[in-house]
């Protein structure tokens, strides 16, 4: 997962704390660093637009 990069802030995901999911419209993978996670920051997914907190 260290090569990947936060969806909401395209922060690398190496910290502990950090997620991957597949968006509910779509599938597509999601990634969330710990800190966009703990501060409900809005993400929106690069293949439909679905947007999350």
Known sequence: ???TKCT???APLAE???TEFK???CGEVIY???Y???Q???YTC???GFQGP
Do not use: F, L, Q, T
């Open 16 to 18: 502990r704390g950090a």
């Open 23 to 25: 968006c509910p419209d």
């Open 1 to 3: 997962m260290a090569a």
């Open 46 to 48: 690069p293949k439909c």
């Open 40 to 42: 409900s920051i809005k």
């Open 36 to 38: 966009c996670r703990k």
């Open 8 to 10: 909401s802030c395209n």
């Open 32 to 34: 969330r660093c710990a």
